[in-house]
């Protein structure tokens, strides 16, 4: 509750101008300005560990759980609503100022340190137990928001408290001078969170470094600048925390490759072969060598499977190339699969492939197991591979230069693949296909996703296209390590890949006559996949926009 605040009789002397009385004038060992001012670069540490702990929620959630706008949105508002909380909570603990601050900075190290590591273990080992527990990480999600967002918001009126104590000011002065040096710590952790940890430290790393830094700083503030301030017990009980926290955080990265790499197989399986952190994606990399299937994994989900990826591929490409197909682009396909099948068909001029992540087409080129599942596609002279994002590489290309578009890209449910599944996007691909030309677009499971599946459908055709619908049979575990990895996901896992043919005019969906004999798909199938697409049609549904994302 705010308390309402009675206006002090005229001439009565401010309670800080009083040294014995509670939250009176603090006893510094330095001058009152020198002071102010290492309050004020506290400040600004806190603040940029405590938008560090944010952000990481944030991206390690989008992560794990999918739909980067949901996660940002509940870590968000769960943590400005708890900030709220934590300020007027800590109201009552500004006689202890010192003391309160103290305690709240090692909290907030602990809680806010060890968060990642802790959210990972959870979604590693009981991300698939389902029932009760099936929203687990979610919900731990929500409680380390809950927490920090409450001890960010407590240090507010404590700190107002301690600079008042230094040096008097009105209160509008010594809000501006806590804002400036909050906001510019907070610049400070935002840029160092994706420019300088995320790519060095990595997640787990930079979050308990983050943590020590907290813990270093609030410590040394309080018991070096106000410790006469604090009784001799209080001293000790925060020396005593601070190291606590600090050997946790110390104990916890000399483990965290040990961790990471058991967490890793716990998802994965013991099967990892390569693992490594672009400046993209996770990629991982499984089996592959002593008759085991390979299986490529990029942020979670699995996008290759040794098993059955030629059901996928093949249903991609081949009935595309049902007609002209000289000039070839791929806009995603960064493994080379789809660049194989484009390959097998005589004819082919020139590929050109746009790929976001250099890290998925070099493993393509150099890993045995990948290499050797692509046929080695990328050593052939007519490949050519730019990487840039898929959209703006569109925006440039020359018009009416492609006889075949493959869009090779992740699901239209996953909030970084929405602008590559919108209206505009589906224009740019119109304005680069020659007359005849086609375009092929993988839209996501038909079963587990009809509503999307149709929307990626009805956004082609508002790009002025016709369309062909169809799907492909198959295992398809995309989801299967994933953020959506519990039983009760598996047993409604999608058994097929949707796809959309287009063209300017009625697309024929046919596999061509002169070309390659797919080792799986066959004029039949291909015909029976249409028929099974049909038949979950969901009529009306509007197109997807940049300004207006509807999956």
């Known amino acids: 509750m705010i308390e309402p605040q009675a206006p002090a009789p005229p001439g009565c002397p401010p309670p800080w101008s009083d040294p014995g009385a509670p939250g009176g004038t603090a006893r510094l060992p330095v001058r009152p300005g020198?002071?102010?001012?290492?309050?004020l670069a506290g400040v600004f540490v806190c603040a940029a560990c405590g938008l560090v702990y944010e952000l990481e929620l944030v991206a390690l959630a989008s992560y794990l759980m999918g739909d980067s706008v949901t996660q940002a949105s509940v870590v968000l508002s769960v943590m400005v609503f708890a900030m709220g909380i934590g300020s007027l909570a800590a109201k009552r603990l500004r006689p202890l100022a010192a003391a309160g601050f103290g305690a709240v900075e090692a909290g907030l190290a602990l809680v806010g340190g060890c968060s990642a590591m802790a959210l990972y273990a959870v979604f590693a080992w009981t991300g698939d137990w389902g029932g009760m527990w099936a929203n687990g990480p979610r919900c731990l999600l929500v409680a380390f928001s809950l927490a920090t967002g409450l001890l960010i918001g407590a240090e507010v009126p404590l700190l107002m408290e301690l600079i008042q104590r230094i040096r008097r000011q009105d209160a509008g002065g010594a809000v501006a001078d806590l804002s400036a040096a909050d906001y510019v710590g907070a610049l400070v952790g935002g840029l160092a969170f994706p420019f300088l940890l995320l790519p060095?430290?990595?997640?787990?790393?930079?979050?308990?470094?983050?943590?020590?830094v907290n813990a270093v700083v609030g410590g040394a503030l309080v018991l070096g600048l106000f410790r006469r301030d604090l009784t001799r017990r209080a001293r000790w009980l925060l020396l005593l925390g601070n190291a606590l926290v600090l050997a946790i955080l110390a104990s916890a990265a000399v483990l965290v490759d040990d961790f990471e790499r058991a967490a890793r197989q716990a998802v994965y399986g013991g099967?990892?072969?390569?693992?490594?952190?672009?400046?993209?994606?996770?990629?991982?990399l499984t089996g592959g060598t002593h008759g085991r299937p390979l299986d490529l994994f990029l942020d979670g989900r699995l996008r290759v499977s040794g098993r059955d990826e030629p059901r996928y591929h093949e249903a991609l490409v081949h009935p595309a190339m049902s007609g002209p197909h000289a000039r070839v682009l791929i806009l995603g396909g960064g493994d080379g699969l789809a660049v194989r099948e484009v390959l097998r068909h005589p004819g082919v001029d020139r590929v050109d492939v746009v790929e976001l992540d250099a890290e998925?087409?070099?493993?393509?080129r150099t890993d045995p197991a990948l290499s050797a599942l692509n046929q080695h596609a990328f050593g052939d002279p007519r490949v050519r591979v730019t990487t840039e994002d898929a959209f703006g590489w569109l925006r440039g290309a020359a018009p009416a230069t492609y006889?075949?578009?493959?869009?090779?890209?992740?699901?239209?449910?996953?909030t970084a693949s929405t602008k590559l599944?919108?209206?505009e996007f589906y224009g740019l691909a119109r304005r680069v296909l020659a007359p005849g030309?086609?375009?092929?677009?993988?839209a996501g499971p038909v079963a587990a996703g009809p509503r999307a599946y149709w929307t990626v459908e009805a956004t082609v055709r508002a790009a002025g296209f016709r369309t062909a619908p169809y799907r492909t049979g198959g295992r398809h575990t995309a989801f299967a390590a994933g953020p959506d990895r519990t039983p009760a996901d598996r047993s409604r896992a999608p058994q097929g890949w949707g796809f959309v043919l287009a063209a300017r005019t009625e697309p024929r969906l046919r596999l061509d006559p002169d070309g390659p004999r797919p080792s799986v798909l066959t004029e039949a199938s291909l015909a029976a996949g249409e028929r099974a697409a049909r038949r979950t049609r969901i009529a009306g549904l509007p197109a997807s926009t940049l300004v207006h994302p509807r999956y």
């Open 403 to 414: 006889d075949v578009v493959v869009s090779d890209l992740p699901d239209p449910g996953i």
């Open 360 to 364: 998925v087409v070099r493993l393509a």
């Open 437 to 442: 030309g086609r375009l092929v677009v993988h």
């Open 271 to 284: 099967d990892v072969r390569v693992a490594l952190q672009t400046g993209v994606q996770e990629v991982v």
């Open 34 to 39: 020198t002071g102010r001012f290492l309050v």
């Open 421 to 423: 599944y919108s209206q």
């Open 200 to 212: 060095f430290l990595g997640q787990l790393t930079g979050t308990l470094l983050t943590g020590a």
